[in-house]
């Protein structure tokens, strides 16, 4: 049974930062590509950043790309997700998502086969 357990939401003022964490259990992750989605208030979800678990260059949307920074952490089956010079905008429920051996798509939810709960993100202005 994989389970993807996200931590470290909570409410910042606009330019801070904060970290997610996203503890994954249940398989052997090393094929995965492991992202993270997030959902603002009544919006469709969206990409926000991902990598894969055996390494390589992560892949970044557009809104995050040099604020956000994604890392994982093997000895603790742990994904991470950096969050700096926060804005209002990026108030949203943030899920971390995992997915099997996918070569590209990363950006898509529904390539991903597990979720997690979630985490909210609130950026007071």
């Known amino acids: 049974q994989v389970q993807l357990v996200e931590s470290g939401g909570g409410l910042v003022q606009a330019g801070g930062s904060l970290r997610l964490s996203c503890a994954a259990s249940?398989?052997?992750?090393?094929?995965?590509?492991m992202g993270w989605f997030r959902q603002p208030p009544g919006k469709e979800r969206e990409f926000a950043a991902a990598i894969r678990w055996s390494g390589g260059l992560p892949y970044y949307a557009d809104s995050v790309k040099g604020r956000f920074t994604i890392s994982r952490d093997n000895a603790k089956i742990t994904v991470y997700l950096q969050m700096n010079s926060l804005k209002p905008e990026d108030t949203a429920v943030y899920y971390c998502a995992a997915a099997e051996g996918i070569p590209w798509g990363w950006g898509a939810a529904g390539q991903y086969d597990y979720w997690g709960q979630g985490t909210q993100v609130t950026v007071a202005s």
């Open positions: 249940g398989r052997t992750f090393t094929n995965y590509v």
